[in-house]
């Protein structure tokens, strides 16, 4: 069975800190990687990834994959508390029906 | 071009009665995912449908769950003769083809079973 593992699965810190979020996973046949934003409701996405080492930005966040170690990490620099939420990582196949998620990483940003 | 639109945002159901939650695609998007996300737990894949097709529905419980994407309107899944362990949000998502495109989630129907 598919499987996407999440760490640490809660995190507080002050603002201006920088973060590093870890998502691993075992898929039988992994075509993407994809990084989602929960807050109160819809998961937003942040980033897709497909190939190894080449890291995504936007703004603050960054992203990359490492297709050797099943893992990709999630950094996001100078935090603000609006960066509060969940940080979902979740993986696609081959086949393209489903994407398999973690159970998320509490983010939690104090003034 | 709005989002993924569900609704309705909040539904609350007695035991026994039928559940329906609609979903309507970003426009252009042909592809719908419905997931369920229980308390304190992370999404879970239910059903996968194309226009007028169920293509995945692996992730489904065999009983009281249907879902739908007619040619008109919007996704509906349906859920029969609900238990209190239906209470849950569930989410839908489009994308515009299969693979290699991210999907795009709305804003989710929360659904208590009193």
């Known amino acids: 069975e598919d499987k996407v593992v999440q760490s640490p699965l809660s995190l507080v810190v002050h603002e201006g800190d920088t973060v590093t979020l870890n998502c691993s996973y075992e898929v039988t046949n992994f075509r993407s990687l994809l990084w989602y934003k929960q807050e109160k409701k819809a998961p937003t996405f942040l980033f897709m990834l497909?190939?190894?080492?080449i890291e995504k930005k936007s703004g603050r966040l960054s992203s990359i994959l490492d297709k050797k170690e099943l893992s990709s990490i999630l950094n996001i620099t100078a935090t603000q508390t609006g960066d509060s939420a969940i940080y979902l990582c979740a993986v696609g196949e081959t086949s393209g029906s489903r994407l398999t998620f973690g159970e998320g990483t509490q983010l939690t940003v104090n003034p | 071009n709005a989002g993924v639109m569900q609704n309705p945002r909040h539904l609350v159901r007695r035991r026994g009665q039928e559940a329906r939650l609609r979903c309507s695609p970003m426009?252009?998007?042909?592809?719908v995912y419905w997931y369920r996300q229980l308390p304190e737990e992370g999404l879970k894949f239910m059903v996968y449908l194309q226009k007028e097709n169920i293509i995945d529905e692996s992730g489904m419980p065999k009983e009281r769950f249907s879902a739908e994407f007619p040619k008109e309107g919007p996704s509906i899944l349906r859920i029969q003769q609900v238990v209190r362990g239906d209470s849950a949000a569930y989410f839908c998502?489009?994308?515009?083809?299969?693979?290699?495109?991210?999907?795009?989630f709305g804003q989710g129907t929360r659904l208590t079973v009193v």
């Open positions: 497909t190939s190894s080492g």
């Open positions: 998502a489009s994308s515009l083809s299969l693979g290699g495109t991210e999907a795009f």
């Open positions: 426009k252009g998007h042909s592809h």
